[in-house]
């Protein structure tokens, strides 16, 4: 018997989302990278060693059966040291009880709280260059992302050009300093600015500090939410994974008026339950005993791995764009040939064995279909010693 005609059906269907959805660039040349054996500079991986406290807390917490769900805002000894770093670090006085958060990841954050307090529809002000799964997630939400250029080379912000930007759908703003992919560290006065703005227009604001401790040549961190009037309206995001070299233990925290905190909880419990149980022993157990010289050290130590990949792309003609923060860096790679970024990208992992983000996935484009990430790639430097010498080795040795 023949099989029956399966009839096209008008309800078995992708979502309208779908087919938009592609998988994220920086996971694709870490795909072609693997299928190479090369050094991957494109994902931010962090593959340097956890500190021994963090893990041996972590195997404790494990052996000794806290191995359960926690409560959906995380365990007390964990909040209760995301509230002392913030007062010591961050200038914020938060409480433990009812305005800390510890979620699977700061991506986990950023989605519950946005589920939390952002309608479809409504508009969110991004920053250029921008971190692709900011944008991902308000589309996600049917947020409608309004993206703001930052002026290379230093990408500066142009507050004129922020206020033109909003529009009566206008709800909130995305933050990121130090800022993924650029290393852009927000000035005081930048940030007073943006603070002027999200009061003047009463918007929420998001600040993704994820990478608050990687600060080199003197700068300093400074969080939004210790200005006067913006605690009230800042969803403040960071997390362990860059910190504590644990990026697959998908821990994050938020801190929130507790006006907002059990919307953002409610949330994250529907998606996520809880951040994994033993892991919060470890990132507790960092948080109370490692000293803030590991913090200083560690910053140290990233911006000679800075230093040394800079040297190493100009030496190749790459001429880069030095970061004041985090791990990455945006070098320009008009020389590299290729049609657009993502070929020039996968022509030097060809060449050099090392891998990169192609820019463009970190800019809109234009009415005109450009995009000004075309002759930019970004290199992570989150790597072992070992690894990230040979890396720039490679680097040097290119023949463009």
């Not at 991957?40 to 052996?63: H, K, R, S, Y």
């Not at 992992?349 to 970190?362: D, H, I, K, M, R």
Request: glycine fraction near 8%.
């Amino acid at each position: 018997m023949s099989p029956t005609a399966i009839e096209p059906s008008v309800n078995l269907r992708v979502s309208d989302l779908a087919p938009h959805a592609v998988q994220s660039e920086i996971r694709a040349m870490s795909v072609a990278c693997d299928a190479v054996g090369g050094i991957n500079m494109a994902q931010g991986v962090c593959d340097t060693d956890p500190p021994l406290p963090v893990v041996t807390a972590a195997l404790e917490a494990i052996q000794h059966g806290h191995n359960i769900y926690t409560r959906a805002e995380g365990i007390a000894s964990l909040r209760e040291g995301v509230a002392r770093k913030f007062a010591a670090f961050n200038g914020l006085d938060v409480d433990p009880q009812t305005e800390v958060l510890v979620t699977s990841g700061a991506t986990g954050g950023l989605n519950a709280a946005l589920m939390a307090l952002l309608n479809p529809g409504d508009e969110c002000i991004v920053f250029e260059p921008f971190y692709g799964y900011h944008l991902a997630t308000l589309r996600s939400q049917r947020v409608v992302p309004v993206i703001v250029p930052l002026e290379a080379p230093d990408w500066a912000m142009d507050v004129e050009r922020l206020r033109a930007a909003i529009t009566p759908k206008t709800r909130a703003i995305i933050l990121n300093s130090p800022s993924n992919p650029s290393g852009k560290v927000v000035s005081a006065a930048e940030l007073e600015a943006i603070a002027a703005v999200a009061l003047e227009h009463d918007l929420f604001v998001f600040t993704d500090e994820m990478y608050e401790y990687f600060i080199y040549d003197g700068e300093r961190h400074r969080s939004i939410a210790s200005l006067p009037g913006m605690a009230e309206r800042t969803i403040t995001i960071s997390g362990f994974s860059k910190t504590f070299s644990v990026t697959g233990w998908r821990l994050g925290y938020v801190a929130a008026s507790a006006r907002w905190a059990p919307a953002i909880a409610y949330f994250h419990d529907l998606i996520y339950v809880c951040a994994p149980s033993p892991l919060q022993h470890g990132a507790a157990a960092g948080l109370l005993e490692l000293p803030m010289s590991f913090y200083e050290e560690m910053a140290l130590e990233y911006q000679g791995k800075r230093d040394m990949t800079c040297a190493a792309l100009r030496r190749a003609g790459l001429t880069p764009s030095v970061p004041a923060g985090a791990y990455y860096i945006l070098a320009d790679v008009s020389g590299v040939p290729g049609a657009d970024a993502k070929a020039k990208a996968r022509k030097l992992l060809a060449e050099t064995g090392v891998a990169a983000v192609a820019g463009s996935a970190f800019f809109g484009s234009d009415r005109e279909g450009r995009n000004r990430g075309e002759n930019l790639l970004r290199f992570c430097f989150a790597k072992k010693e070992a690894d990230l010498v040979e890396a720039c080795r490679r680097l040097e040795g290119w023949q463009g």
